[in-house]
């Protein structure tokens, strides 16, 4: 790798610190990992595009950090399960559990090469009570109790994803949507919204939706 291309923990930490984000050192050293580990395995499969490392961070991994923010703002159990449906190079869930690791979080993605990607990443970073499966999610919802959370990024149009996640979260859950845009007026019929905060990402500006049952 070109040392443009191989960031330290310093230069992740730097960048975030003008973000707003001041990580701890432990997280810093995931989130650099993390990276290091996109970059490798994005030079021989398209897990993000070709962006340089400060790109992936300030443009993509930057949503895990608001994320984690987002979260630790909603009344969440204990120990939620949460899922992370078509969870592809590990976005938001991996740098989210280097820095957010409450209860137990599940990365679902069909495609065999991600899901690998996704297996070694957590395995190499030792990422707490965070597992990979790989297939369709309608054999993992099938195969497990139902969530207290679920996320989605681009996983697929918000209102089909009610329709086919909704009754697999449990009454006092919630669907948390990363969007691109306000939460609609036309929201399906038996969900309500609990919260919704928007962020900017260079010019552009992103939504967190949290989603419960009416």
């Known amino acids: 790798m070109k040392k443009n291309d191989s960031p330290?923990?310093?230069?992740?930490?730097?960048?975030?610190?003008?973000?707003?984000?001041?990580?701890?050192?432990?997280?810093?050293?995931?989130?650099?990992?993390?990276?290091?580990?996109?970059?490798?395995?994005?030079?021989?499969?398209n897990l993000v595009g070709p962006y340089s490392w400060k790109d992936i961070l300030?443009?993509?991994?930057i949503d895990s950090l608001h994320l984690n923010q987002f979260l630790r703002s909603l009344p969440l159990p204990d120990a939620p399960i949460t899922w992370d449906f078509g969870a592809g190079a590990g976005l938001p869930g991996i740098p989210l559990r280097a820095l957010w690791q409450e209860g137990e979080y599940h990365l679902v993605d069909v495609r065999e090469k991600r899901a690998m990607f996704m297996e070694q990443t957590v395995k190499r970073?030792?990422?707490p009570n965070t597992t990979v499966y790989k297939g369709r999610v309608e054999e993992f919802m099938a195969r497990h109790d139902p969530a207290d959370l679920m996320l989605s990024r681009a996983f697929m149009p918000w209102k089909k994803l009610l329709d086919l996640v909704?009754?697999?979260?449990?009454?006092?859950?919630?669907?948390?949507?990363?969007?691109?845009?306000?939460?609609?007026?036309?929201?399906?019929?038996?969900?309500?919204?609990?919260?919704?905060?928007?962020?900017?990402?260079?010019?552009d500006t992103r939504y967190f939706w949290s989603l419960i049952k009416a």
């Open 125 to 127: 970073l030792r990422i």
């Open 8 to 45: 330290t923990v310093t230069d992740v930490a730097a960048l975030l610190k003008r973000e707003g984000f001041t990580p701890s050192e432990s997280e810093l050293e995931a989130l650099t990992g993390y990276l290091t580990l996109v970059l490798k395995w994005n030079k021989v499969m």
């Open 58 to 61: 300030t443009i993509l991994i």
């Open 166 to 203: 909704g009754p697999n979260i449990k009454s006092q859950g919630r669907i948390v949507v990363l969007a691109l845009e306000p939460v609609p007026q036309d929201l399906t019929e038996g969900w309500s919204v609990e919260k919704e905060i928007s962020y900017s990402v260079g010019k």
